[in-house]
């Protein structure tokens, strides 16, 4: 079968030509040896039809993979994981929060700062050299819808109130440097270009390039929780609800599977997927 002639329909809706490339860098992301991938490949280029859609590739892709290594499915997930931390935009907060603290930050989650000209809820306030930036996140329960500019508009009026009256904040003892605006889909071109040329700081599922939100996870080993192929979706609710955003956390709140009423051999496994899935 020529690959390139079968349309598929994006989450978006949108059409495009099917590419067995991407479907290829994408396994390999996960860290899949070579003759896992392609024998992958081979059996989904196998059930390709006109119009198929990009979930039903994935979740095909993720079937076979599970099969192989149930922590690499994981790995393969983590975009579909992310969007799980919903329906609230809050534990996606929390899940920044932990990424940037692991890089070094100090950070704080739902801070109020006094502008020039109103108070302002502050998703994070983020401390490193001497520099604070604010960072406000912008989460979407659905595939397909991308940040238009409309967002980094409100959220860069926001930070000027906040700069405006920075000076006068003695709370805080160190220079504001920049604000962020972190979402887990995408951005819409005419979102980047005003938040390159208004200097507020654009992190996204894919951007900046190779230092997006999917490059940062993979580089820390910072899974959300939400990755878990054992894991139920009753379990994950339970751990976010406690505040247990990435699997890191689990390894050191174990308690929180024995509350679940989870037994030893089955705690076991999860755990033993949670630490591959961190070490690699």
Known sequence: MNTETIDIIKSSGEKAKFSLNKLRLSLSR???NNDIVEQIIGIVRD????????REIYNRAFSLLKKKESYLASKYKLKKAIYELGPTGYPFERFVAAVLNYSGYQVAVGEIIHGACVKHEIDIVAKKNGKTHIIECKFHTEQGINCNVKVPLYIHSRYNDVKSNWENLTEYDSELK????VTNTRFTEDALKYGKCAGLYLLSWDHPKKQGLKDRIDMLGLYPITVSTLLTKREKQFLLSRDVVICR?????????DHLGVSDIRKEKILNEIRLLCSS
């Open 249 to 257: 956390q689990l390894i050191n709140d174990v308690f929180y599977l």
């Open 47 to 54: 059930e390709l039809y006109q119009g198929i859609s990009t």
């Open 30 to 32: 996960t860290g899949a």
């Open 178 to 181: 920049e604000g962020w605006l």
